[in-house]
């Protein structure tokens, strides 16, 4: 069963690869259109305007706030009733080093603010907080997915990991489209990564 979609598509699989694709188109367009020199980095404001601008088309909740509790492999995600709370907190964390930005990202990732894409849309977020205030980004194709997942994971309790990963792929390639497409790839969805789905509580 696919989640309700403005495409009327019914199938999962289906869902997954018209969302993949029309998701990259977006992702392209905000970049090409330079979207992001409107946005102000590390702010909810600006992750609510990426996710709407991705998935406009596909979803009637985009850019909205989700109205279910979700887990994944076994983590819930910030409750329903501190989502909002935490997003403010969010918001006032600082993000003047790689360390601090890296920790608001595992924030984030925890409050989990939308049903679906969470993953694209913060990771493109991520990249806006490093290239505005360390002049880097993360490129994502040095970045293996299995050990990237495996490090978000765990990122909740412990997130030396993560930042492990995430440091050792920084570039000063800041405007290189390349780079920064990676970053929204989208594979686990509908691999077998089944555990990894959303599940709603
Ligand atoms: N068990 C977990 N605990 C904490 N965070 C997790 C867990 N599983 C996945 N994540 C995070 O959630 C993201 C996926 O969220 P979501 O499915 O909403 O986004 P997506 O854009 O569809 O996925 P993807 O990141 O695979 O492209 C992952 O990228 C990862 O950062
Ligand atoms: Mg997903």
């Known amino acids: 069963m696919a989640l309700e979609n403005k495409l009327g598509i019914e199938d999962a699989s289906d869902l997954a690869r018209e969302e993949e694709r029309i998701s990259k188109k977006k992702a392209m367009e905000l970049f090409e259109n330079r979207l992001f020199d409107k946005m102000e ?107 990237y997942l495996l490090a978000m994971e765990r990122s909740p309790i412990k997130d030396i990991e993560i930042k492990h990963i995430l440091k050792a792929a920084l570039t000063d390639e800041v405007d290189s489209r390349e780079v920064y497409m990676k970053g929204i790839d989208h594979s686990y969805y509908y691999e077998g990564y089944v555990t990894f789905k959303a599940e709603e509580l």
């Not at 501190?82 to 925890?110: G, H, R």
């Not at 490093?130 to 194709?141: A, Q």
């Open 41 to 147: 980095a590390g702010k909810f404001s600006s992750l609510k305007t990426i996710h709407k601008y991705l998935f406009e088309e596909i979803y009637d909740f985009a850019g909205e706030i989700r109205k279910v509790n979700l887990s994944k492999g076994g983590f819930r995600f910030a409750p329903l009733m501190y989502l909002e709370a935490a997003l403010e907190n969010i918001d006032k964390m600082p993000q003047s080093t790689f360390d601090e930005i890296i920790e608001k990202y595992v924030e984030m990732n925890i409050a989990h603010p939308f049903r679906e894409g969470n993953g694209r849309s913060t990771r493109i977020w991520l990249d806006l907080i490093l290239k505005t205030e360390i002049g880097r980004v993360v490129d994502w194709s040095k970045v293996d997915k299995e050990d």
